[in-house]
């Protein structure tokens, strides 16, 4: 069965980091963009951050330089270190993969597989 199962979410204070981690079954994934998207309460969801199957990275511009992407292609995992975090960081992230290019990566619209979601909350 195909699926990404995403791990790491939790309550933080702000300026805290959290590591949320996604594993993914299925070797086909390697050819595939893995990334994260996030949807806070009464919002769309938005893109985080992404990797290319060749492991080029592309952030919001609201992570840069407090997110990091990393994606292990042996392990067909990717990760995002989240550091310095702040309350508006508050959503549920999701974990995705599909076969986007570079003129959609940051489209949810380009990922065909998503994780069930983990909380993140940042309190004050």
């Known amino acids: 069965q195909v699926q990404l199962v995403e791990s790491g979410g939790g309550l933080v204070q702000a300026g805290a980091s959290l590591r949320l981690s996604c594993g993914a079954s299925?070797?086909?994934?390697?050819?595939?963009?893995m990334g994260w998207f996030r949807q806070a309460p009464g919002k769309e969801r938005e893109f985080v951050a992404t990797t290319s199957r060749s492991s080029y990275s592309y952030y919001a511009d609201s992570v840069k330089g407090r997110f990091t992407i990393s994606r292990d292609n042996n392990k067909i995992t990717v990760d995002l270190q989240m550091d310095t975090v702040k309350p508006e960081d508050t959503a549920v992230y999701y974990c995705?993969?599909?076969?986007?290019?570079?003129?959609?990566?940051?489209?949810?619209?380009?990922?065909?597989?998503w994780g069930q979601g983990t909380q993140v909350t940042v309190s004050e």
């Open positions: 299925g070797s086909f994934f390697r050819n595939y963009a």
């Open positions: 995705a993969a599909g076969p986007a290019i570079l003129s959609n990566i940051r489209n949810p619209d380009a990922y065909s597989y």
